[in-house]
């Protein structure tokens, strides 16, 4: 590892787990990266729901993964592995990690990185990777979204939500969202959704019959899970696909009619990222560099951004994450 590197970093700790209160500034030494990695001075990190749930002790990291919380970060590689080809020291890079973004130096797998979009600074490159990755492994992926189909995201002013409607849009398809207030509902259609529903006023199933004059949905990327099942059923036509990526509101369901699944060839998956492996991850990246990176390039498809941290304040980061009053991504700011 190059000499000038410190030999210590300030991390957020959170302890043994807890509300947002735990996450307190610690200092640690500096990861080491094994050959097919980078060490990245991180200068952003991105905020998601993931981190919430591991730091709250129900999403542990998995075996090998840093225990520091933290999965997406934009900043400078410093080392590089013998294998970490072809990224270089001082190339700028956000990185998909498999923990440990909350720290002044962060490791990556080399394959989980990508450049900086043009014209991006490190704030708007760090919001980028768990998105990216999750919508475009989930809604093209497993959900198969093609142009001219229509989709219905929830949660649409998650940073999920405005990349799935964004990335729909340009590629195509008719895009349906729900949301929980008026301005909310408001932000989805000034992001270019065709139709947004107010899920706290009305019933989406109904919406979407009603919007679709009873055509109804190709493709559903829902992350509230047990409480929505049934209606997202309903809401999708002959050989539909509903894609799980999050159960917040809850993991299971009572007295469902799977009736429609097998009437209309239903197809239900789901997927978590991070227990991919680097080669199914660098996939991916491989993918969104080619088919999503020119759209970034070009300015578009970029997560609007609610608001940014500095590091020590974490917390905060959090106490607004769980209050879901954001519209897009919450970032903390690591270094210049």
């Known amino acids: ?133 999750t919508v475009w492994a989930n809604l093209f992926g497993h959900g198969r979204l093609a142009a001219g189909e229509t989709m219905l995201v ?39 959704a065709d139709a947004a529903i107010d899920y706290k006023t009305q019933d989406f199933a109904e919406e979407v019959k009603r919007i679709t004059d009873g055509k109804l949905c190709d493709v559903i990327l829902d992350m509230v899970g047990g409480a929505y099942f049934q209606r997202n059923l309903r809401s999708l036509r002959m050989d539909g696909r509903l894609v799980l990526i999050a159960m917040l509101g809850g993991n299971t369901v009572e007295k469902a009619d799977l009736l429609p ?22 996939a991916l990246a491989a993918e969104l560099r080619a088919k999503a990176w020119p759209l970034l390039d070009q300015g578009k498809c970029v997560p609007p951004l609610f608001k940014v941290f500095p590091l020590a304040q974490a917390a905060d980061a959090h106490r607004l994450m769980e209050s879901s009053q954001h519209i897009g991504k919450i970032m903390l700011k690591v270094a210049d």
């Open 1 to 133: 590892m190059a000499a000038t590197l410190p030999a210590s970093m300030t991390y957020i700790a959170h302890g043994t787990g807890g509300g947002p209160e735990v996450l307190v500034p610690a200092t640690g030494p500096l990861p080491q990266p094994k050959p097919d990695e980078v060490l990245i001075r991180v200068q952003a990190a991105g905020v998601n729901r993931p981190d919430v749930q591991q730091r709250s002790g129900s999403y542990p990291p998995p075996p090998g993964a840093s225990p520091i919380i933290g999965l997406e970060v934009a900043g400078e590689v410093v080392a590089a592995g013998l294998e970490a080809g072809p990224w270089k020291v001082g190339d700028r890079v956000c990185a998909l990690t498999n923990g440990g973004g909350y720290a002044e130096y962060c490791t990556a797998p080399a394959p989980q990185c990508l450049p900086w979009p043009r014209g991006m600074d490190a704030i708007a490159a760090g919001s980028l990777p768990e998105v990216f990755f």
């Open 154 to 192: 929830h949660g649409g002013t998650s940073g999920i939500g405005v990349t799935a409607i964004q990335l729909g849009k340009a590629f195509g398809a008719t895009v349906l969202a729900t949301a929980g207030s008026p301005e909310k509902v408001k932000a989805c259609l000034d992001l270019g």
């Open 261 to 282: 699944i097998m009437l209309r060839r239903i197809t239900v998956t789901g997927s978590t990222m991070r227990p991919r492996t680097t080669a199914q991850k660098g």
